[in-house]
């Protein structure tokens, strides 16, 4: 095997991974599209059919550079491959080879051959400051003047935690509102918390992660599942973070988030809002979450008792009671009210902040 001394760089970027993080490169090819860099990505380059290899060999001859992404897995043997193949191109063809960290990267597995190169760390997601880094390496020159909405894609304004029913199956009317709440939240530019699991976690986290990736933006840096240390989320996306033991992980998630969001609820979701409002979040209960025969009934609950002390909450400092209780209107319309709600608190709270 060997590199061709192809001086001409059809692409900028070559980009190498294991297999098994397939979904965290192409996040990675993503964030590197936003900047308007051009990525050689083996299920767009190699047709089904073909033997990989020799393509491979030259697609990092045909490339500016090359950027090893490395996730919470060993590197399989082609991956490593690739990477020999692009330190010899990096001595022959002056191209840069550039380690880059991801979501969920464990430090103990890193490469020793690649430890003299400068690397790029996305474990706390695709942050433009680090993207830049990247593009600096892949380009050589520090990016400036880049248009506004990239960087509005790749962080969001604020954080939602969405807690509800870990049931499976859940029942078909939390189903369809997770499913919607999920899309909204993901279209309103705001980024998600959840705990990982079954349930309300699950559609949420999944509908969210449709709509995001559907932009073409980058989702490790629109959702972070928070989960006990050695656990892993029901759905395998976004940024993983793994802390303590499982109260450690409840507790980060509800501080992390700006406002807290209950539907349904079998128990847990009620001590979620409880812990929200005693650290001092917006706790947003979705009363017309309990079903019919009055199961899956922590957000009605809780709604109703934050009614009765309503001066108390921090809402009360930002919300009208009477603006509270549009929660309780049509069901066909929650998530609708919902949104517009989350919009206003945010509002105000940025205007006070600035006062």
Excluded at 176 to 184: A, I, K, N, T
Excluded at 271 to 288: A, C, R, Y
Aim: charged share 20%.
């Amino acid at each position: 095997m060997g590199i061709h001394q192809n001086t001409v760089k059809d692409f900028d970027v070559f980009l190498s991974f294991n297999s098994v993080g397939r979904n965290d490169a192409r996040e990675l090819r993503n964030a590197l599209h936003s900047r308007g860099l051009s990525v050689w990505f083996d299920e767009e380059q190699i047709q089904p059919g073909m033997q990989w290899q020799p393509r491979i060999e030259e697609g990092i001859s045909r490339c500016g550079s090359v950027v090893v992404a490395l996730g919470d897995f060993d590197m399989g043997p082609v991956q490593r491959q690739e990477v020999e193949l692009a330190l010899i191109a990096s001595r022959r063809l002056s191209r840069p080879v550039i380690p880059c960290l991801l979501p969920g990267y464990k430090a103990p597995d890193y490469p020793t051959f690649l430890d003299t190169l400068s690397q790029v760390d996305f474990r706390s997601g695709y942050t433009s400051p680090e993207v830049d880094r990247l593009v600096w390496g892949v380009k050589g020159e520090r990016p400036t003047n880049f248009p506004e909405a990239t960087s509005d894609s790749l962080t969001p304004t604020k954080w939602l935690l969405v807690a509800g029913s870990g049931s499976d199956p859940l029942p078909s009317s939390l189903v369809s509102l997770s499913r919607e709440l999920g899309r909204e939240l993901a279209s309103s530019g705001w980024g998600l918390v959840t705990g990982g699991w079954r349930g309300i976690d699950h559609l949420i986290a999944l509908s969210f992660s449709e709509q995001i990736r559907s932009s073409n933006i980058s989702l490790s840096s629109r959702l972070i599942q928070i989960m006990p240390e050695g656990s892993r989320p029901h759905f395998p996306a976004g940024r993983l973070v793994n802390l303590g033991t499982e109260n450690d992980a409840w507790r980060h998630s509800v501080e992390r988030a700006d406002a807290i969001i209950l539907v349904g609820g079998l128990g847990g979701t009620y001590q979620t809002g409880t812990l929200g409002l005693e650290i001092g979040k917006g706790v947003f209960s979705l009363p017309n979450t309990r079903e019919a025969n009055k199961s899956h009934a922590d957000a009605f609950n809780f709604y109703y008792d934050v009614l009765k002390c309503w001066s108390a909450t921090p809402l009360a400092s930002v919300l009208r009671i009477d603006e509270y209780e549009e929660l309780a209107g049509p069901a066909s319309t929650t998530v609708s009210t919902l949104i517009d709600l989350l919009r206003s608190y945010f509002e105000r709270l940025r205007c006070d902040g600035a006062a």
